[in-house]
């Protein structure tokens, strides 16, 4: 079973700034060669937000310029940095070992509420 892990959410002003975090209760994340970051806002689909694969990286047209996935072995860690952040950000926030749906295996994830 996949235990990733997502952390860093939290409340912040529109312009604002998070940096998620996505390590593994279980392993390396360097055993992973994709770890993907997807979303899910209230009322909406979830969708791919960004993703990480053998050094290359993908972005959702709507946070281009604004978001930056990267990845810290030693630290066992994938991040994604947001910066500019806007209300139709708000979202449940998950990270997974892929970079496509469908995927299953949803951890609790972290609340990103964007707000003034």
């Known amino acids: 079973q996949v235990q990733l892990v997502e952390s860093g959410g939290g409340l912040v002003q529109p312009g604002g700034s998070l940096r998620l975090s996505c390590t593994t209760t279980?392993?390396?994340?360097?055993?992973?060669?994709?770890i993907g970051w997807f979303r899910k806002a209230p009322g909406k689909e979830r969708e791919g937000v960004s993703c990480?694969?053998?050094?290359?990286?993908w972005y959702t047209d709507s946070v281009k310029g604004r978001f930056d996935i990267s990845r810290d072995n030693a630290e066992n860690t994938v991040y994604l940095q947001m910066n500019s952040l806007k209300p139709e950000d708000t979202a449940v926030y998950h990270c997974a070992p892929t970079c496509v749906l469908p995927y299953a295996d949803w951890g609790q994830g972290t609340q990103v509420t964007v707000s003034s």
């Open positions: 279980s392993g390396k994340i360097l055993d992973y060669h994709a």
């Open positions: 990480i694969s053998h050094g290359s990286t």
